[in-house]
């Protein structure tokens, strides 16, 4: 029907000027996409604006529409129309086509709520080249050195895994409300944290065969850490303000203690012997109880907590730099970056001032990467001088919460 519709305004508008008096326009209504192209095996949720329901939504070109969802061939090239029409409104968006991200070269991939998984140039000025959408919006993205990208949705229930040579995307039903993602390089299997499963938090697994596990754990799991040497997955479950040891094989829970009120990010250390746990609480709350760090000894089978940071503002996320014994931890109310030493968890450095909301930041080949939420953008400090790079902060997608490097020269691809 629509493209009779959409054949229809055709003619109309080539007829022009034709002699009979011309009947009131239709309100324009808009599309919710976003602006880059779109990357093959992208699924991407489509909303129109100014459209009220029913109305028909429908692909001119490669791909098609399911529950609401433009689902992006594997192998697409070129551009499509995407039309919707309602009694009273149509609106009209064109989207083009990207290639896949090149193997052989370096990449950031940007988590953007509003829009998907950024792809970038690795190398200022970061220019970003294309969109992979997974099905919602994504709160996390990591990429396994075999060459799989990996995000999922963080208001819905798909989990997206991207492998880069030959390029090919797999989708995952029943991974719901996902927050943070993690590879295991040993199995490269992912680990999702699911913040409500259930009216629980829960761990799902899903392994290098495509077959899918999940554990129930505590309340709200939001942040992860993944220790390969000791087949360990530590979970971050906020609202008990627990923490879950869960064997990284078997998904089974071998212990779960106290850490701190809404314990929300954590960190490990090379070594595995040292979990770094952010509360994240507020100055400005009605409580008015302000947020931490600290450091959790879990080299032994009973965790200890051996060292805290002073009170901070709003702390959120944590990345941990073994080799100059730093601790970094974002403060999306004061938009710094708390700069400790990882061994006490004193400051070890003014705090860094960087763009609005910092987010999940990461250490990465010498550089701390920091998402900014609020500002749309990805600031980058070199770990040694801790000077802003060249080109930083830059342009990313809507609401940027994590970001994942991909280095060719260190990875076997598949």
């Known amino acids: 029907m629509i493209r009779r519709l959409f054949a229809g305004l055709l003619i109309a508008f080539t007829i022009?000027?034709?002699?009979?008096?011309a009947h009131a326009p239709k309100a324009v209504a808009s599309f919710t996409l976003p602006d880059l192209p779109l990357l093959p095996g992208s699924v991407v949720p489509v909303d129109v604006d100014g459209l009220a329901p029913p109305y028909d939504?429908?692909?001119?070109?490669?791909?098609?529409?399911s529950a609401g969802e433009y689902w992006v061939p594997?192998?697409?090239?070129?551009s499509a129309t995407v039309v919707a029409a309602g009694t009273n409104a149509l609106a009209m968006r064109s989207v083009t086509f990207a290639p896949p991200p090149n193997a052989q070269e370096p990449f950031l991939a940007v988590a953007s709520y509003d829009d998907g998984v950024i792809f970038h140039d690795a190398a200022p000025p970061f220019v970003k080249h294309a969109v992979l959408g997974v099905g919602g919006a994504p709160s996390d993205v990591a990429i396994d050195p075999?060459?799989?990208i990996a995000a999922a949705a963080t208001n819905g229930t798909i989990a997206a895994i991207a492998k880069l040579q030959p390029w090919n995307v797999s989708t995952y039903s029943g991974v719901p409300f996902t927050d943070e993602v993690a590879f295991d390089p040993t199995t490269h299997a992912l680990y999702a944290s699911n913040r409500d499963v259930n009216g629980a938090g829960a761990i799902t697994r899903i392994g290098a065969d495509g077959t899918i596990r999940q554990r129930v754990l505590g309340l709200t799991a939001e942040g992860i850490a993944v220790d390969p040497r000791r087949r360990r997955i530590y979970v971050a479950n906020v609202n008990d303000g627990t923490i879950s040891i869960v064997d990284a094989d078997s998904l089974v829970e071998l212990r779960r203690f106290n850490a701190v009120p809404r314990v929300f990010s954590l960190a490990l250390s090379s070594d595995g012997s040292r979990l770094y746990a952010v509360s994240n609480q507020s100055i400005t709350s009605p409580f008015g109880a302000a947020g931490s760090a600290l450091a959790i000894d879990v080299s032994h089978d009973?965790?200890?907590?051996v060292a805290r940071t002073r009170a901070l503002s709003f702390p959120l996320g944590v990345a941990v730099d073994d080799l100059h014994h730093h601790l970094f931890v974002t403060d999306e109310h004061d938009d710094d970056v708390y700069v400790f030493d990882s061994r006490t968890m004193r400051p070890a450095h003014a705090p860094l001032t960087t763009c609005r909301t910092?987010?999940?930041?990461?250490v990465d080949g010498g550089r701390l990467y920091i998402p900014c939420a609020r500002s749309n953008d990805v600031d980058v400090i070199e770990t040694t001088s801790l000077k802003r790079l060249?080109?930083?902060p830059f342009a990313t997608?809507?609401?940027p919460l994590a970001v994942a490097v991909w280095h060719p020269h260190s990875s076997v691809v598949r």
């Open 146 to 148: 075999s060459g799989a």
């Open 16 to 21: 022009g000027a034709a002699p009979h008096r």
């Open 397 to 399: 997608g809507g609401y």
């Open 57 to 65: 939504i429908d692909v001119l070109g490669p791909g098609r529409f």
């Open 302 to 305: 009973v965790p200890r907590i």
């Open 74 to 78: 594997g192998d697409v090239d070129g």
């Open 390 to 392: 060249s080109g930083a």
């Open 358 to 362: 910092p987010w999940k930041p990461l």
